[in-house]
């Protein structure tokens, strides 16, 4: 698959009617847009229906799901309500796909490369949200009557996109709103996502290709979406000119949106674009629940701690607990999680002093009290979000420690981890990090005081199990 990189400045061009607005002039720029970082001043918060509903999910359950989130969690702070993709596909992964996993979403192909399936868009090639998995979008502005709904719990909407033009409004070769180009003008046939097939790449060297992202992200405005997930952004290879074109788009269209990139591991390489271009992007792969996974995040959240700033936050994925893969999609057989106690203890200490988003992953209307102790600890989810100078002090093949600030105070989190594969005591030698004194001790997932330290914090910590504590100087 072959991709142009980016080789001029994009076109200053401007829309029309986004949110009802005058007309926005689109200012591109190399080394700084105009994302709103407010929005994402502390790491996002949410759920998003990928790793339980696949590309399946319809209103009644996003809508149950929703209830579940206000009812239970939205007071600790989780207030993101995500539709994953597909959501323009009648009934995505309804056919045997002899090249795929069962239920994926591919469109069949005529021997030519014609769509055979067809997926909901308008005249100018937008995709819209289908009717018959989302009744209300029939007389309402998209998926506007949802976002109402999510609004109206004091919650926020978002929904996940894929890079490019659908293939079928390039081979009906449908026009670009308010410009006298066409898809074919601007899509790159030869640069298709790997993994699904619903749309061609779009030449961010080509009049009015800035113009047609500018008419998709006037839509999800007028939608009242909150946050976008841009997949299919960053591996392989890196989508520079479409992460330029998007970012733009997003910038000016009025409405102020977070933008998250995936998939991942995002190179390295690309840290100082791509977060000047979204608020958070992917560092790992997709996350699964499988210890390997999980350890291997702390090398990338380590690589990447150096770029954890307010707005802009590496993220290590979605979190994969509780009941996953809703008859058996996207991963694997249905099941509960197969991270062990000790392993959520783990994963979510990791998150949370790494400061990565957190985004739940689980079907949250059947089989949620075993995780909600893990998602409801107020001190541990303080950690992830008020925390600064978050960094890995230490790791071996058998343990890790993480260190962070409070804001504001002088106190110190500590996070231990036993990465072998039996019970141990790991030891954090406070001078490593110049902590004299005596502290005291709080363990911020059983609320318990443990005392007044001076020189040495140690915890037995089950296998592949974590500790996590707030260390006040005396």
């Not at 783990?346 to 079907?363: E, F, N, Q, R, V």
């Amino acid at each position: 698959m072959g991709y142009r990189f980016f080789l001029a400045v994009v076109f200053i061009t401007s829309f029309s009617n986004c949110v009802a607005q005058k007309s926005v002039k689109t200012k591109v720029s190399k080394t700084a847009i105009g994302l709103s970082r407010a929005i994402a001043a502390k790491p996002p918060m949410g759920w998003n229906s990928f790793d339980a509903y696949d590309c399946r999910i319809n209103e009644q359950e996003f809508k149950a799901t929703v209830d579940f989130m206000h009812k239970n969690l939205y007071k600790y702070g989780w207030d993101y309500a995500v539709i994953d993709y597909c959501w323009f596909n009648d009934n995505p992964g309804n056919w045997t796909n002899p090249r795929r996993r069962f239920g994926h979403p591919d469109i069949r192909m005529n021997a030519d490369g014609t769509p055979l399936d067809t997926l909901v868009m308008d005249e100018y090639g937008r995709l819209l949200p289908s009717e018959k998995r989302f009744p209300s979008v029939k007389n309402s502005n998209g998926f506007k009557a949802i976002a109402d709904y999510v609004h109206s719990k004091g919650m926020k909407f978002g929904i996940h996109i894929m890079r490019g033009i659908p293939r079928e409004a390039y081979y009906n070769n449908l026009p670009i709103k308010g410009t006298k180009y066409t898809a074919r003008d601007i899509a790159e046939p030869w640069d298709t996502c790997g993994w699904q097939n619903n749309l061609f790449g779009v030449d961010a060297t080509k009049p009015g290709a800035q113009e047609y992202y500018n008419s998709v992200f006037e839509l999800y405005a007028a939608w009242g979406v909150d946050f976008i997930k841009a997949d299919d952004m960053m591996y392989p290879p890196y989508h520079k000119g479409e992460i330029e074109l998007i970012s733009n788009a997003l910038a000016n269209c009025g409405r102020p949106m977070i933008l998250s990139l995936s998939c991942g591991e995002a190179p390295l390489s690309q840290a100082a674009h791509v977060s000047n271009y979204a608020h958070m992007w992917r560092i790992s792969g997709d996350f699964w629940d499988k210890w390997e996974s999980l350890e291997h995040n702390f090398d990338l959240m380590n690589a990447w701690s150096p770029f954890v700033k307010p707005g802009q936050w590496p993220d290590a994925d979605m979190l994969p607990i509780g009941r996953l893969s809703l008859n058996n999609r996207p991963h694997g057989p249905e099941r509960m999680s197969k991270f062990t106690i000790p392993e959520h203890y783990t994963l979510m200490t990791l998150w949370s002093i790494a400061k990565s988003p957190l985004m739940i992953g689980a079907d949250l209307l059947r089989d949620t009290k075993d995780i909600m102790p893990f998602l409801t600890n107020a001190d541990v989810l303080n950690v992830n979000q008020n925390s600064t100078d978050n960094r890995q002090v230490y790791k071996n093949e058998k343990y890790a420690i993480w260190i962070a600030k409070e804001s504001g105070t002088d106190n110190r989190y500590a996070a231990l981890f036993n990465l072998s594969d039996k019970e141990d005591k790991v030891t954090f030698d406070l001078e490593l990090e110049h902590l004299r004194g005596k502290f005291k001790v709080k363990d911020l997932w059983t609320g318990a005081n443990k005392g007044v330290i001076n020189g040495k914090l140690e915890a037995v910590i089950p296998s592949h199990g974590a500790a996590l504590f707030k260390l006040s100087p005396q």
